[in-house]
């Protein structure tokens, strides 16, 4: 039975990868930050995997700023693959706690690379870090490939540059199976309540349903390419697979403005999206990424990966989530 390692689990990515893994028969240890209050809504569904004589899936207290924990952490459990997903991964936000950023993102990439060297694991594990689209920001072609040079427009994407180089420099300085998955935006039911595409489908349930007037916005302009996370994380698994370590982007080739995934989001209630939507000046960034849009061809030739879901299908697919949970709510 292989053991995988989940940094950043409790989050989007990291619990969909939970489940793949699982569903492919891994015992599957994932890193949870101590809380007063408890922040594993996105996993409460694996509980079944934590009880028995059966268990497969184990948490351990733990955060990518103690180096210390870390070592001792990866030579209890000396997982096969370690899966780097931690992160403060809002880029608005990061130029609000930048110092932060920088740590956890960056910083904690190299602790747990140096964490695996340490722990004597280097030549046995397989490492995967989650680079970002956000790392080519002022794009310097379209579309954007793993040979674009980087243009990083925030601290949380300079972060991700910063680890993106070191997962490269520990693969060529210590022969480590190390691979990057430039990831460009992928969304889906379990994203973020304050990342946009969330924000957006969120508000029309709400909005639809009489419990909200307006949804305020920022830069309405600027174009992303956007799937489905759940389709994502097994981009991640398939690189761990391959023969050789090697970074790949995993993106759709579509890009879209965000008044395109307000139109897509609200037709899917009957409503015009021009009637609610107003502009929040507090909501821009300092420095604005206009275009992303990736080639994922390397990912479909070496990987056999390509994506399914399109934006529109994404949006209504977080649409009906949000409605769905609100109906819940009424209940409880």
């Known amino acids: 039975m292989k053991k995988a390692l989940i940094t950043g689990i409790t989050g989007q990515d990291g619990s969909y990868l939970a489940e793949l893994l699982l569903e492919k028969g891994y015992e599957v240890h994932g890193i ?34 103690d180096s210390v924990a870390l070592v001792k952490l990866l030579y209890q459990i000396q997982p096969d693959e370690v899966y780097n997903l931690a992160a403060q991964s809002h880029v608005r936000v990061s130029f609000d706690i930048p110092e932060y950023t920088v740590d956890a993102t960056g910083t904690g990439a190299v602790r747990i690379l140096e964490a695996i060297r340490e722990a004597g694991l280097g030549k046995h594990v397989r490492y995967y870090q989650a680079s970002s689209s956000e790392m080519f920001g002022k794009v310097q072609e379209v579309p954007q490939t793993e040979r674009t040079p980087l243009y990083p427009r925030s601290p949380y994407a300079c972060a991700k540059v910063m680890a993106h180089y070191l997962t490269i420099n520990y693969r060529e300085s210590y022969n480590l199976f190390a691979c990057s998955g430039i990831l460009f935006n992928h969304e889906s039911p379990r994203r973020g309540e304050n990342f946009v595409t969330r924000k957006i489908t969120r508000a029309v349930a709400r909005i639809k349903a009489g419990r909200q007037d307006k949804l305020y916005l920022g830069n309405l302009d600027s174009r992303r390419d956007w799937g489905y996370a759940k389709e994502y994380v097994e981009a991640m698994w398939l690189m761990l697979q391959q023969d050789e370590p090697d970074d790949y982007v995993v993106a759709t080739n579509e890009t879209h403005s965000i008044k ?16 609610f939507v107003e502009f929040d000046q507090r909501l821009l960034r300092p420095a604005e990424v206009d275009l992303l849009i990736g080639d994922y061809s390397k990912a479909k030739e070496k990987l ?13 697919l977080m649409v009906r989530s949000d409605q769905e949970q609100l109906e819940r709510e009424r209940y409880w």
């Not at 056999?304 to 209504?316: I, N, S, V, Y």
Request: proline share 2%; hydrophobic share 30%; with cysteine.
């Open 32 to 65: 949870v930050r101590r809380s007063s209050s408890m922040n594993r809504g996105r996993i409460d569904h694996l509980h079944e995997y934590e009880q028995g004589d059966n268990q497969r899936l184990f948490l351990h207290y733990g955060d990518l700023g």
């Open 304 to 316: 056999g990966w390509e994506p399914q879901t399109r934006m529109k299908a994404l949006a209504e």
């Open 260 to 275: 395109d995934f307000l139109e897509a989001s609200f037709s899917c209630v009957d409503l015009d999206w021009q009637d």
